[in-house]
C-alpha cells in the first residue's frame, strides 16, 4: 500500500484555522514600535515548539529564527511586528483591546505568515540551504529594519523575501514588481520664527502663522515650476503647531511632514533644495527658519530574478489570473529597504480586499480578509524551498 504525501495545500488547511486564532489575538493585543515585548515573546514561543532555532532581542526586540544547515547559503524572510497610534473603529470581536492602538497596517498578518511558514518548513524532512525568519520590530518608525541589521541580522544571507498586505488588490491574489516598489522618503521639520505683536497691529511683527502658510503653498508651487515633473515630488504637512491667544500674533510656528520620491538622486538633492526655497520665502517675509530633513528610508528596490521567482510559484499555486505585475511603484515607504543594502531582495504585495473593498491602511476601519493569511503563507513557502542559491 502506497501513501500519498500532503501538499503544500493540504499542509496548510491543517494549521491555518490556528494561524488565524493566533493572529486575531496579536490584532487584540497590539504593541508600539519598540514595545513589541509580548509579542515577540509569542512568536519565539511558537518558533520553539516547530524546531526552530530562536534568538531573541535582535533588533532591540526583534526575534531571528533558523532551521536547516547552518553552512552555506542562507535564504531570509522579513516579516514585521508593530501597530500603530490609531483608534481600532471595525467593530470586530478581537478588536484591540488597547485604547489608541491598532494593526492598521496588517503587521499581525504579516507576523502570522512568518509563523506559517515556519511550521510549514519545519515539517520538511530535509532542507537544502538554512532558512532565517526576521520578525522585526518598529517598521512604523522607519528604525527596526536599522537595528535589526546593526544586530547581524542579514550577515549571511544570499536572499531575502519581504510581504505586505495591499488594500487595492482582492484577497487571493497578490502584486509583484520588478525594480522600484516603493518611494523613498523623509521626515521635514520647519520652524519659523517671525516676532509676536497685537493682533489688531499685524504691520508691527512678522506673522509666523501667514508665513508658515505661505511656505506650504509655496513649497508645493516650487515643486511643480522648479523640478522635473517626470520625477515625482510629494511633500505633506501632517502637523502645525504655533500661536498662545487667538489675538496675539505668533512669534513661532512649527510644520512637521513628509517627502516622497521615487528617484533616488533626486532624493539626495532634495534637503537642500528645500532647505533653500524655505529660507526664500521666510528671508522675503522678514522671518528666519529652521529646517531638518531626517531620512527616513530609501526606496525598496525588488531583484529581477527573485521577483521571477515569486511570479513562477504564486501562479503555480493560484493560478495566472491571480497574479498581477504592478505597472506603477508606490509613493509609501518601507524600511525593508534597509536590508537591501547587504543582500538582494524582493517584496510582493498580498491582496486583502474583501466582496466590498478594504479600508486603507492606517485607518481605524482597516480590516483586511483573514483568507490573505493562507495566500500569503503558501506563496511564500513555495518559494523559499523553490529557491537555489546562483552559482
Known amino acids: 500500500m502506497t501513501t500519498t504525501t500532503p501538499s503544500l495545500q493540504e499542509r496548510l488547511e491543517v494549521i491555518l484555522p490556528e494561524l488565524i486564532e493566533l493572529r486575531r489575538h496579536l490584532h487584540a493585543h497590539p504593541e508600539l514600535s519598540a514595545e513589541e515585548h509580548q509579542t515577540a515573546a509569542l512568536i ?19 526575534v531571528l529564527a533558523e532551521i ?18 490609531v483608534e481600532e473603529r471595525t467593530g470586530l470581536p478581537y478588536a484591540s483591546l488597547r485604547q489608541g492602538v491598532m494593526h492598521a497596517c496588517g503587521h499581525d498578518l ?22 532565517r525568519l526576521l520578525f522585526q520590530p518598529a517598521e512604523e518608525i522607519a528604525q527596526g529594519a536599522r537595528w535589526m541589521r546593526a544586530d547581524g541580522a542579514i550577515t549571511g544571507l544570499t536572499a531575502l523575501f519581504g510581504v ?10 497578490i502584486g509583484v514588481r520588478s525594480g522600484s516598489l516603493t518611494a523613498a522618503a523623509g521626515e521635514l521639520e520647519i520652524e519659523v520664527i517671525g516676532e509676536g505683536g497685537h493682533g489688531a497691529r499685524p504691520h508691527q511683527a512678522v506673522d509666523a502663522i501667514w508665513i508658515a502658510s505661505r511656505v506650504v503653498t509655496g513649497l508645493q508651487e516650487a515643486i511643480s515650476r522648479r523640478l522635473d ?19 496675539v500674533i505668533a512669534d513661532r510656528v512649527t510644520l512637521l511632514g513628509t517627502v516622497r520620491c521615487l528617484c533616488a538622486d533626486l532624493h539626495e538633492r532634495l534637503p537642500a533644495w528645500i532647505e533653500e526655497t524655505v529660507q526664500a520665502i521666510c528671508e522675503g517675509f522678514g522671518a528666519k527658519v529652521r529646517v531638518r530633513y531626517r531620512c527616513i528610508a530609501p526606496s525598496v528596490r525588488n531583484d529581477p530574478s527573485l521577483t521571477a521567482l ?17 505597472e506603477q511603484p508606490s509613493l509609501g515607504a518601507e524600511d525593508f529597504a534597509e536590508l537591501l543594502h547587504d543582500v538582494p531582495g524582493t517584496m510582493f504585495r498580498l491582496g486583502v480586499a474583501g466582496p466590498e473593498g478594504c479600508a486603507p491602511l492606517h485607518s481605524g476601519f482597516f480590516n483586511p480578509e483573514e483568507r490573505a493569511l493562507g495566500v500569503g503563507v503558501q506563496v511564500l513557502t513555495a518559494a523559499m524551498l523553490a529557491w537555489t542559491p546562483t552559482p
Open 44 to 62: 519565539s514561543g511558537e518558533l520553539r515548539q516547530y524546531g526552530w532555532r530562536v534568538r531573541e532581542g535582535v533588533g532591540r526586540t526583534g
Open 68 to 85: 536547516g544547515p547552518e553552512i552555506g547559503p542562507k535564504l531570509g524572510l522579513r516579516v514585521d511586528m508593530d501597530a500603530l497610534p
Open 110 to 131: 504579516h507576523s502570522c505568515i512568518g509563523l506559517g511558514v515556519a511550521r510549514l518548513l519545519a515539517q520538511e524532512s530535509s532542507l537544502p540551504v538554512g532558512m
Open 164 to 173: 505586505h498586505v495591499f488594500p487595492e488588490l482582492p484577497v487571493g491574489s
Open 229 to 247: 515633473a517626470l520625477h515625482p515630488v510629494v511633500v505633506s504637512f501632517g502637523k502645525i503647531e504655533g500661536g498662545k491667544a487667538f489675538n
Open 310 to 326: 515569486i511570479e513562477r510559484c504564486a501562479i503555480q499555486q493560484l493560478g495566472a489570473q491571480q497574479v498581477q505585475r504592478l
